[in-house]
Each structure stands twice: as C-alpha cells, then as structure tokens.
C-alpha cells in the first residue's frame, strides 16, 4: 500500500468569545483536514492548525509522504524532522508554531502519521488504538474546560451560532456555565481557564465550584503564565484545599525556574498541590530539565504538537519513569481531532487525569463528520467498534467549513489583536499581569 493522493482542507469553524492570558478568541478557528488516499482506494484523515503557515508545511511536505509506505513512519519522522531544533518563545510555541522549526515539524509529521494511522486501521481492520500497541481502557474521560467569555455564540453573520453559555465573567456565572456543561455532558473533572480576570476574583470562582460541585470534582485552573512567583504562590496557599486531590494548578507563571521557585516556596508551607504545564515544557528535551528541578509534575501531552499519537505514548512512558503525571491539552477543534486525542488517551496507560478538550464550544453546525457531534456519555468518549479514527468525513459539511474559511480575512490565530479590536485597544499581552 502506498500514498497516491493528499487532500489538505483549510476550514473555519465558528468559535465563541472565549478569554484566556492571550487575549481573546476570533469569531472562527481555524482547523485543516488532511485526507491521505491509499492505492488501495482507502482514504486516511487527521484533523490539525489552521491557516496559512500549518497548510504551506503541510504542502511543503507533499515531496516527502506521496508514495511512502504509510508503515514506515519512522522514516516519514526522520525526512521531516531531521535538523530541525527547538527555539523561539516558549511562552507563545503552541499559539504561533511558525517560528519554531521543530514544532513546526513535529506537528507537520503529526497531521500525517494521524492519517497514516488511520488509514493502517481501515486497511487492516482495527482501531487505532490497537493499531499503536492496544488500549489500556475503552472509553476516555474529559473534563469541563471552563473559560470566561463574553456575550456571544461565535460566528457572524449566516454563521453566527446560538450564545449557548452567555457572558460569563463572574464566579456566579462560571458556576452556571458549569453546571450547565455537566448537565450535557456528564463531566466529572473541572479545569477553568484564568489569568482574565484579577487573582481574586479567580480565587473566588474556583471556592463558588467546590461549594456548588463538592469534593467529588477535581479542580484545575490555568492563568497561562500571567501570575508572577509571588502571586502563584499566594493563589496556591489561598487555593490549597481547592486544588488537592486530582487537582493541579497549570503553569501559574512563566519559565521552569519560576515554577520551581513556585514549587519550592509551596512545598515549605506543606502544600502539595502539583504543577502542571503545558507552556514551559512543550517537548521532550524540556521533560528531564523540568523534573530536575523539580517544576513541573504532571506535563499536559497533545497529540497534534508533540509529534503525533507515537510521541505521545513514548510520552507517557517517560513520565511514568521519572515519576511525572501526564494529562492532556488542547485547543479548539473537531471530532476528527477529539477521536484522534480520545484513540492515543486509550493506549496511553500513564494518561490517568481527564483530558482538556474544547469540544463544548464548537456546535453541530460546524461538524465534519458524518453523523454530527461525536457522543459523550458520563463525561467520556467511547472507542468506536470501527477501523480507524473511526470517523468519516462529511464532505458537504467540509466543503462547507471551506467556503466559510475563503469568506473570512483570519489566516492565523492572533487573540492580542482581537482582544484590542473587540475588547480594549489598547490591550498588550504583560506577563506576569499580576
Ligand atoms: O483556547 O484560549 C485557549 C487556550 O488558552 C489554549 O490556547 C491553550 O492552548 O487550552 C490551552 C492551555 O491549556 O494552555
Ligand atoms: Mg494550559
């Protein structure tokens, strides 16, 4: 079997008003479909970045994965990655990849080896998980990924979507977001997005969750680094109940040292909390160095920017070893994606915290694959009884996707400039902003 076609479909897909440390999201996404066709009349797919710079990588790499041998993905790894190294600003790498060669590669060679993957599974007959070692469990959890946000569905015009959520930028209205997200989809781990609104007032909103939610519900939040060392560590000693358990407080500030800095000042009061991150370790070299100095204690994998479902299982792995735990990050995407995250969650053994997904904030509408929106039930995601992804594409609703991604001017995701355009225009991205 070898590779005779790749199909690569930019789409935008309508995304809410969500807040974060970066600013503010665009009214669409942007997501590219890879569709790798088969001499045997089998079509493989993956779902990854959008926009210009992940669609010309992805070109770039057409040389390389026409006639391969969708097998041999060492070699395929090899061709795109060999040379590449890792520089650039580690607090912006998964935001704008485009400066950093290796990134860039790796999630290159990610949207490929997801479609090889795929592809291998229909040929032989089995899912992915199987394909890549076999699963640890059949079904994958996912927690409530709470954000703040403004008024607004996303989308404009013919594709402005329903405002399923409403404003949310209080500790009340983040408890109703909440509990409405439960009530849909059954999730039995809570993350919250922060560094939006000032330290306190986030404080708060994480203690009105575990009043409204009890201990049951594990709590995280992530500022996205705009903390510095000393406000980290007051939000952890003022959240040390909150965020005991399963919980875990993510990349409260910038850079490893800070965080050990973080780590260390906490762990002499006697609070345990666990860091997590997944803005200052973003690959594998920055994992030893993190345990070193002992920063980081669960890394946030994700398929789409470690290098694909194999990384993230050699991931899982290292982090077992070293005594690390590892959850899983994401950003706003797809069924093809969610499969993709759900398949490498199942065969990765280590993987024990509920994965990030922002599967809640995309609708129906937008959907590519056949059959609408991918189920939950009780907060997880089955693997299907299907070869593959086990998934198709709906191709009206693709080419959908794609004439709303020809009618917008968004090429890359700039949430800085949507914040200043929608929000306040002055607003810069300060690190720490507390
Ligand atoms: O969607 O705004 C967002 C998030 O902030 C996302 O970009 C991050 O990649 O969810 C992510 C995270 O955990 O840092
Ligand atoms: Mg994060």
Redesign the pocket.
Known sequence: MRIKEMKLHPIAIADPP?R?S?GL?APFALRTIVELVSTDGLTGISETYGGDNPVAALEAARGQIIGADPFQLTRLSQGLTSGASHSGDRTQT??VPGENPLDQASRTFAALEIACLDLIGKAVGKPVCDVIGGRARDEVTFSAYLFYKHGGGGGVGDDAREDEYGEVLSPQATVRETRQMIDQYGFREIKL?GGVLDPETEVETIRALRQEFGTAYPLRI?P?CAWSVDTSVEVGRALKGELSGCGYL??PCATLEGMAEVRRRLLAEGIETPLAS??AVTCFADVPEAKKLDAVQIV?SDPHYWGGLRQVQSLSHLCDVLGMGLSM????HLGVSLMAMTHVAAASPHLTYAC?T?YPWQTAQDEVVVGGRVPFSNGAVRIPDRPGLGVDLDYDQLARGRERYQKIPYRKRD?EAEMRRHVDPNWKRILPRW
């Open positions: 969500l974060s970066y999201h998964y935001l997005k992530d996205n993510e990349d997944n803005v946030l990050h994401s950003n706003s990030d922002h949430d």
